[in-house]
């Protein structure tokens, strides 16, 4: 009779802890790892040249596509912006040329902000046509660019000697933010009141206060950060260049949604469309875009 109590009170006791379990799995901080999973929807034709990032124009509904052609530092002049269609397909190749490695972009009304290594570069969304270039005095390494509701513009400069973000406003260039905190900068993403950025230096997710630039460290990632966007709802999905595509959920929890690492297949400047639930992910040097749909298990 007691053995038969012991047994009885030990699958209790099991049934508790898997309980428990199962309650602490369904919890909103760890909401990415059981509910997110990615669906692969289309890939690009090989055609591109380096793609580093994608950019999601709503009123064109068009994508717009950096490619480097090239070196990422190299000024040959060769590098180009893209039209790609939202079922894969490349609309116009060559749209805007005389680049020389254009990497992160932005739009403000019916302009689109490149970065181009040491300059951020004005595009007509109308005609493809560049209206002016903006030199960042000592950057190195121009990377991501965001833009707040005012029109200013914000680019990275991720070279290590000259780590600092940089802010255009009225048609003149000016370093914004430097220091210690900002180490490496990368991928930014606009919020009503703060600018998100992806610190590279060292692997950190951070946010800065537009209005007295005071800087907070949202979560350590602990590798580094190219594409950065929010998904809406308190999470941000995040690329490690080397391959790996992350979600950082709203307390901070780092869950990897695909790792194509060991395929040497990169994971650059990415894009979500929060409407389509559509995450595009240029490969870089694999010479393509991906578009997965983002899945949640309880939809």
């Known amino acids: 009779m007691e053995k038969i109590s012991l047994i009885g009170c030990i699958l209790v006791l099991c049934f508790s802890i898997l309980v428990f379990s199962g309650v602490r799995n369904a919890r909103s901080d760890d909401v990415g790892r059981i509910e997110y999973r990615l669906i692969k929807q289309w890939e690009t034709v090989k055609g591109l040249r380096v793609p580093e990032s994608v950019l999601y124009d709503a009123c064109g509904n068009i994508l717009y596509v950096s490619n480097i052609n090239g070196r990422p530092t190299e000024k040959n002049g060769q590098g180009f912006i893209s039209k790609v269609s939202l079922n894969g397909k490349i609309e116009v190749l060559k749209w805007a040329t005389g680049l020389d490695a254009p990497k992160g972009s932005a739009i403000h009304g019916n302009k689109l902000y490149v970065s181009d290594i040491d300059q951020l570069v004005e595009i007509d969304l109308k005609t493809g046509k560049i209206l002016s270039k903006y030199p960042a005095a000592g950057a190195k390494f121009l990377n991501d660019v965001a833009t707040d509701a005012l029109g200013n513009v914000y680019v990275t400069d991720m070279s290590s000697k000259n780590s600092a973000i ?22 930014l993403c606009m919020e009503e009141k703060r600018l998100v950025v992806g610190n590279s230096g060292d692997g950190s997710l951070k946010a800065i206060n537009l ?20 998904d809406g709802q ?3 999905f995040i690329s490690d260049w080397k391959g790996k ?15 194509t690492t060991s395929s040497k297949i990169n994971s650059a400047d990415l894009e979500y469309i929060k409407t389509k639930k559509l995450l595009l992910i240029p490969t870089f040097f694999d010479n393509r875009v991906v578009a997965y749909e983002v899945k949640r298990d309880a939809e």
Not at 166 to 187: A, C, D, F, H
């Open 166 to 187: 940089y802010k255009l406003n009225q048609g003149k260039m000016s370093g914004w933010v430097t220091g210690r905190e900002i180490s490496r900068p990368n991928g």
């Open 211 to 230: 209005a007295d630039k005071k800087i907070t460290t949202l979560t350590k990632v602990g590798s580094g950060i190219d594409g950065l966007r929010s």
């Open 234 to 236: 308190g999470n941000y």
């Open 245 to 259: 595509t992350s979600m950082v959920t709203a307390s901070g929890k780092v869950i990897v949604l695909i790792d």
